[in-house]
């Protein structure tokens, strides 16, 4: 049986991988987008937690907040990060 905060974690997961996904296409269209990969990076994973906390954990114990907070922030931080960088590199090597 899955629990909740594993579907928290792999929804996490997603998020980070299409947040990579968008910031390199954003950033393929030229221009100055300094801060925004901060932003999509920001606002996806308030999202998550958004999600998270009105959807997909409807009840949850005061002592668990912050683990539905942190629950998956590493790997979406690292899957943000790889796929942006992953695809960065690959579009300069061509």
């Avoid at 929804?11 to 932003?39: E, K, V």
């Amino acid at each position: 049986m899955v629990s909740e905060f594993d579907k928290l974690y792999w929804m996490r997961i997603a998020f980070g991988f299409l947040g990579g996904l968008i910031s390199f296409y954003l950033n393929q269209l030229g221009g100055d987008f300094a801060l925004l990969p901060a932003t999509i990076f920001m606002l996806l994973y308030l999202a998550s937690f958004y999600i998270a906390r009105y959807f997909l954990i409807k009840e949850i114990k005061p002592e668990e907040t912050s683990k539905l907070f942190f629950n998956g922030l590493g790997g979406f931080i690292f899957l943000f990060l790889f796929t942006w960088i992953l695809l960065f590199t690959f579009s300069i090597a061509h």
